[in-house]
C-alpha cells in the first residue's frame, strides 16, 4: 500500500477510534460476567472427578472420526490466536507506536482475551475425551504459531475488518454445526460447549461488520475496492496453514476440510452464502457516492455468489477418509 493511502487509512482509523469504548461495550462482555471454560469441565477439587471424565470419555467413545477432526482442527487454528492478535496489533491505525493507547488496541486486545477461553475449552476437552493423540495436536499448534500466516491483508485495516468479518462468520457457522451434530451423536455436553463458543463468534462477527460499515460511511470507494481485491484473492482460513508432523504444508488442511465438507460442518455453499449475506449487510447493491473504480468492483462483487454457486455444484469431496496423526 502506498504512502498517500497509508495516510488516508490512518485518519480514518484515528476517526473511528474514538468511538470504540461503546463499541467494545456493545460487542464484549464484561468479564466477571463471561464464561470460563472450568464453567463447563470437571472440576478436578471434586472426589467425583474421576467418576465425571469417565462419563464424558463414554460420551465420547461413539463420536465419528470426521467429527472428532474437525474438532481437533477447530481447536488448533482456535489455539494459534498468538498469531491473530499481533497481525491485528500491525494493522494501519491500531498501535500508533509514541501515541497514547488508542482504542483500537483496546480492542484487540479485549477480543483476544474472549477468544482465549475458545481455544482452552475445546483443548482441555479434548484432552479428557481420550480419543485424542495430544502430543500430534500439540505439535501442529506450535508449527501453526511458528509458521505465522499471510492472510493477504496486508497491514490495511479495510482489507482486515473485512477478512475478520468473513473469518468471525465462518467459525460461527462451523462451531454452530458442531454443536448440532454432538447433540445428533448423543453428546448435550458437548453440544452446549460449541454453542456457546459459536454465539462469541456471532456477536464478533457483528462487531467487525460494524466497522466494515462505519468505514463504508466515510470511505466507500476505497472500501469496495478493499472488498473486491480480498475476494479475487479468496479468503483464506487460518485453518489453511495448519500442518502434522512430517505432512506437506497444504496437506492437513485439504484433508480437514474434505472432513469438514463430508460433515456439512463448513462447505463451498457456506462460503458463497456468508460472501451473500455480506453484501445484503453492508448494502452493496444500493451505495452511492462511489468513484468509477469501485462502481466496477461493485458489479464484479454482485454478480460473484452467482459465479461462484456454478463452480460449486462441479466440485467433487473424496470419499475415504484419511487417518490423521492427532486421532488414536
Ligand atoms: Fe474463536
Ligand atoms: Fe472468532
Not at 472440576?43 to 465420547?60: H, P, T
Amino acid at each position: 500500500m502506498d504512502t498517500a493511502l497509508s495516510a488516508e487509512r490512518l485518519e480514518v482509523m484515528k476517526h473511528l477510534g474514538k468511538d470504540l469504548d461503546g463499541l467494545i461495550a456493545e460487542y464484549l462482555k464484561p468479564i466477571d460476567e463471561n464464561w470460563q471454560p472450568s464453567d463447563f469441565l470437571p472440576d478436578s477439587r471434586n472426589e467425583d472427578f474421576v467418576r465425571e471424565v469417565k462419563l464424558l470419555q463414554e460420551s465420547c467413545r461413539d463420536l465419528p472420526y470426521d467429527y472428532m477432526a474437525v474438532l481437533i482442527g477447530d481447536t488448533i487454528t482456535e489455539e494459534a490466536l498468538p498469531t491473530y492478535e499481533s497481525w491485528l496489533m500491525d494493522v494501519i491505525g491500531v498501535n500508533q507506536v509514541g501515541e497514547p493507547e488508542s482504542g483500537w488496541v483496546k480492542w484487540v486486545r479485549a477480543w483476544t482475551a474472549e477468544e482465549n477461553r475458545h481455544g482452552d475449552l475445546l483443548n482441555k476437552y479434548l484432552y479428557l475425551s481420550g480419543r485424542v493423540n495430544m502430543r500430534a495436536m500439540e505439535v501442529s499448534t506450535q508449527y501453526l504459531i511458528a509458521d505465522g500466516f499471510d492472510i493477504g491483508t496486508d497491514r490495511d485495516p479495510y482489507r482486515n475488518f473485512i477478512y475478520t468479518s468473513f473469518q468471525e462468520l465462518a467459525t460461527n457457522v462451523s462451531h454452530r454445526r458442531t454443536a448440532t451434530l454432538a447433540k445428533k451423536f448423543g453428546n448435550p455436553h458437548l453440544s452446549k460447549i460449541c454453542g456457546v463458543i459459536a454465539s462469541d463468534e456471532a456477536r464478533h462477527a457483528k462487531a467487525y461488520k460494524t466497522f466494515v460499515s462505519r468505514i463504508l460511511e466515510v470511505d466507500p470507494s476505497e472500501m469496495v475496492i478493499a472488498l473486491e481485491d480480498m475476494m479475487k484473492k479468496k479468503i483464506v482460513m487460518p485453518a489453511h496453514f495448519m500442518r502434522e508432523s512430517g505432512v506437506k504444508m497444504g496437506d492437513t488442511f485439504a484433508h480437514f476440510s474434505d472432513a469438514a465438507q463430508r460433515l456439512g460442518v463448513y462447505t463451498t455453499i457456506d462460503y458463497i452464502e456468508i460472501l451473500e449475506s455480506l453484501l445484503v449487510e453492508w448494502e452493496l447493491g444500493t451505495l452511492g457516492g462511489i468513484n468509477e473504480k469501485a462502481e466496477k468492483a461493485r458489479d464484479y462483487l454482485m454478480a460473484l455468489p452467482s459465479r461462484l454457486r456454478r463452480i460449486a455444484d462441479r466440485t467433487r469431496i473424496p470419499e475415504l477418509a484419511y487417518e490423521f496423526s492427532w486421532i488414536s
